[in-house]
């Protein structure tokens, strides 16, 4: 049977390219998800081992407590050769406008040991020299002999904190490098930390060392047993390996929830994949029928015929599986390749890391998918005798199990939504926490149990939608138009299997859309509860240039400044300080949103949160009427002006309250604030001015936003991949109808049916099947993320059934995509079924 399946495939070569392009998408979706977590496996590893230099043992003192006395034991410990402490002293240095923290350490006797690679330059061998990062110094815009100043030059540079630049070191990759590692010596390194040290004395946490040639293993031993002041206790000594091991797990210890992650979705495109390969392989053996019968007349028996098709599958799957491999291979390398080029130094692996699972399981999912899903396929091919197997198989299945089949799943259908609706039953009543997690794995039950019925009645639903769409085609006129409507419906179960594949990706797509709607609409109401001010510039001094400069910004409508006062608030829970902030009323009300019409003196607008019962509070010893106002940062209040002259206290801060348009980009407008924000603190003070922060609740707004659309984004860019794979199954089935009408197709040629008509048959009938399925798929991911979003939402934030946030923009890029999908998969079996002459293809096969 080995020659006749490949003589099956040699003459089928052209319409199996499409099934292999879902399974090498599907196998090659798994490949580059093993890839990328071993990649990230990897460079953790590689950036752990970096950060410390490449010391053979590392001893590290949670409590920060070894002196210079035990660093002297530990030198003399039996096979040490050389010891380094890590004083790592955190320093801002400065210079013209910039300035950026770095983590100071001393140079390293032996290369092994440094914390830094020498770049440029020469190591700091005396006080007042400093070697620093290329990166920061690009950033500070100094160059070797230039002088850094080695605090916040606004606060004044005194004696000894000018250093001079006399070294560039390579940027830091390793783990936790998020400072500059920078250099400096012991002497300022003392005088920087902490005042009182002398410098065999400063407490360090850290000590690296390399052997003489000692098996680390025992050094580390030998270390464990070394006479230290506190006689060891509490110390962690690791081999270098051993420590870069640990550092790596703590940074990728969700490494395997992340792979299972995608792996979920992965799992989802294979699924997608298996129901485009069951419809190809179908009609395959459909289109085979009569000769499959045949070789059962002249001998060959039922197995032997569906052992062939499994074979086929078999081959196919492997074949197939094996070119996605390698396309997950090289989309990995190419990546790695671009980390490596414009990565910034991170320690990303030369070569793709492949283990036996990278490997093996892309292979076996690819060819477990196929076989099984050409299954049914090949006990179709020989459920029938060879005689009644000359009618074409469509014809062959029972009424009984046309029938049975669509009821089973109305009742799957009716059952799962009635679990979901228990779900959410459960989830409004009760404890929300303890009925959380109950309540979401109800849910998801139900939703599964929906839909394994829809795909179950789907021969009943997609061809009564695809029947009204093509009424509403056929009206629209022409010959192509109405050929299209009546081939689109013509095989029912052709239909159903190809808008099943479609119909899957696209619920996936929309449910996700719909949840992410909702949960930034629940979030976005909440924050402007909490935020009452859109736009806040806060610091000890808000210059009238600064003003001047943020009121200009296009979006801003409305400004305030506040001047902040530390006082003693007092309620009948007690005394609390908090921060006053003065005010002209006039001047509060159109960029405070939540501010009352009748404000005015001898009233103090209090933060729920610091309030009580009674109707006054008492500040500084002055009675004012209370009245509580949501969105009021915590802990503080704010008083009209005229009330806040009467304080004995000095402002201690200013901050600048701003109203932001609705229709404003919150984010580009609160980078545009920083910017103008930073550009007037320079040219208005010397050397860098006080800093300044930005922040309100329309950029937390705009950030929560930001976040949820990102994590949308990266799931519909994974789930587009089954979509990608459904598309391929329509044009697939394109392919095949047109070689099974090839000779109806000839007589509508030499009728007078034009080739521009008959593209435009197949392109209409295209788009009849994407958007039947895109529309089941809209309408059950809106349900599922509607459901879902109330299961996740209700029970914190008290979401309500009517809280469905369409998304719009989602389901028109959804309807325009399938459009188009439609019309493209249609061009190659168009450009097939013109270019054979119509007489050619009347003849007999």
Not at 237 to 251: G, I, K
Request: hydrophobic share 55%.
């Amino acid at each position: 049977m080995w020659r006749l399946t490949r003589a099956q495939m040699r003459r089928n070569l052209g319409r199996l390219v499409a099934v292999g392009i879902a399974i090498a998408l599907g196998t090659g979706f798994v490949t580059a998800t093993y890839v990328a977590t071993n990649a990230i496996e990897d460079t953790a590893l590689a950036a752990a081992g970096a950060s410390l230099g490449d010391p053979d043992v590392v001893i590290t003192d949670p409590s920060y407590d070894l002196t210079g006395e035990d660093i002297a034991a530990l030198a003399d410990t039996p096979g040490v050769a050389e010891t380094y402490a890590w004083q790592n002293v955190v320093r801002e240095v400065a210079a013209g406008g910039g300035r950026e923290v770095v983590l100071l350490n001393a140079p390293a006797a032996n290369p092994r040991l440094s914390p830094a690679t020498l770049a440029e330059g020469k190591l700091p061998t005396a006080s007042g020299e400093i070697a620093l990062p290329r990166g920061t110094a690009e950033r500070l815009g100094v160059a070797l002999g230039d002088e850094v100043a080695s605090r916040s030059a606004a606060e004044g540079a005194r004696p000894g904190e000018i250093v001079r630049l006399v070294g560039l070191l390579e940027d830091t990759t390793g783990l936790g490098a998020s400072l500059g590692a920078s250099l400096a010596t012991p002497q300022d390194l003392n005088a920087w930390a902490s005042e009182g040290f002398a410098d065999e004395t400063l407490p360090v946490g850290t000590v690296t060392l390399v052997t003489d040639g000692t098996d680390p293993a025992q050094v580390a031993s030998a270390v464990q047993e070394a006479s230290l002041d506190d006689g060891g206790e509490g110390l962690i000594v690791q081999t270098a390996s051993e420590r870069a091991a640990e550092r790596a797990a703590q940074l990728t210890g969700g490494i395997n929830v992340f792979r299972g992650l995608i792996l979920g979705f992965a799992a989802v495109a294979m699924a997608v994949a298996g129901i485009v390969i069951a419809n190809t392989f179908t009609v395959l053996i459909a289109q085979r029928t009569q000769s499959l019968a045949l070789l059962r007349c002249v001998g060959a028996t039922r197995s032997q015929v569906k052992r062939s098709v499994r074979q086929e599958a078999l081959v196919l799957g492997a074949v197939a599986s094996l070119a996605g491999i390698a396309l997950g291979l090289a989309l990995g390398q190419a990546a790695l390749l671009a980390i490596r080029r414009y990565g910034a130094g991170v320690p990303a692996p030369a070569v793709v890391p492949v283990d036996a699972a990278t490997f093996l399981v892309p292979l076996a999912a690819g060819i477990l998918v196929t076989v099984v899903a050409a299954d049914g396929a090949a006990r179709l091919a020989t459920s029938v005798s060879p005689l009644a197997a000359m009618r074409p198989v469509d014809t062959l299945i029972s009424a009984r199990s046309r029938r049975a089949r669509p009821i089973a799943g109305w009742v799957l259908v009716a059952i799962g939504f009635a679990v979901m609706a228990g779900a959410l039953a459960l989830a409004q009543s009760g404890d929300a926490a303890a009925s959380f997690g109950p309540a979401l794995a109800l849910g998801v039950l139900g939703g599964v149990i929906t839909v394994v019925g829809v795909v179950m009645a789907a021969i009943q639903i997609v061809p009564a939608i695809g029947r009204l769409l093509a009424r509403g085609v056929t009206r629209l006129g022409g010959v192509p138009a109405r050929l299209a409507a009546t081939n689109a419906v013509r095989n029912p179960r052709r239909i159903t299997s190809t808008a099943t594949a479609l119909l899957v990706g696209v619920t996936l797509v929309t449910m996700m859309a719909t949840g992410a709607g909702m949960a930034r609409d629940q979030l976005d109401a909440e924050l402007a509860e909490q935020y009452a001010i859109d736009l806040m510039v806060s610091g000890t001094e808000v210059s009238p240039a600064t003003r001047e400069a943020v009121e200009a910004l296009d979006g801003v409508t409305a400004s305030a400044l506040l001047a902040g006062h530390q006082v003693t608030l007092e309620t009948g829970d007690g005394e609390t300080q908090v921060t006053a902030l003065a005010v002209d009323p006039d001047a509060l009300a159109p960029v405070l949103a939540t501010a009352p019409q009748n404000w005015g003196p001898g009233i103090a607008l209090v933060s729920p949160a610091d309030a009580d019962e009674s109707a006054t509070v008492t500040v500084d010893g002055i009675e004012f009427a209370a009245l509580p106002t949501p969105g009021l940062p915590a802990y503080s209040i704010i008083l009209a002006a005229e009330d806040a002259a009467r304080l004995d206290v000095q402002p201690i801060e200013e901050t600048l309250w701003l109203a932001v348009a609705s229709d404003a980009d919150a984010v580009g407008l609160a980078n545009a604030v920083r910017d103008a924000v930073s550009d007037t603190t320079v040219s208005d003070t010397t050397a860098g001015g006080a800093a300044l922060s930005v922040g309100g609740g329309a950029v937390d707004r705009a950030a929560v936003a930001q976040v949820i659309d990102t994590m949308l984004a990266v799931v519909l860019g994974l789930l587009a991949v089954a979509v990608v794979i459904a598309l391929i199954g329509v044009a697939n089935t394109l392919s095949l109808s047109v070689l099974e009408r090839r000779r109806e197709n000839a007589l509508l040629r030499a009728l007078g049916l034009t080739r521009a008509q008959l593209r435009a048959t197949l392109a209409v009938e295209g788009v009849l099947l994407a958007v039947v399925g895109a529309l089941v798929g809209l309408v059950l991911g809106l349900v599922y993320g509607w459901i879902g979003g109330l299961l996740l939402l209700g029970p914190t934030t008290g979401l309500t059934l009517g809280a469905l946030s369409v998304p719009w923009g989602a389901v028109a890029a959804v309807l325009g995509v399938a459009l188009a999908a439609g019309v493209a998969a249609s061009v190659l079996p168009a450009r097939g079924a013109v270019r054979v002459p119509p007489v050619a293809a009347l003849a007999a096969d």
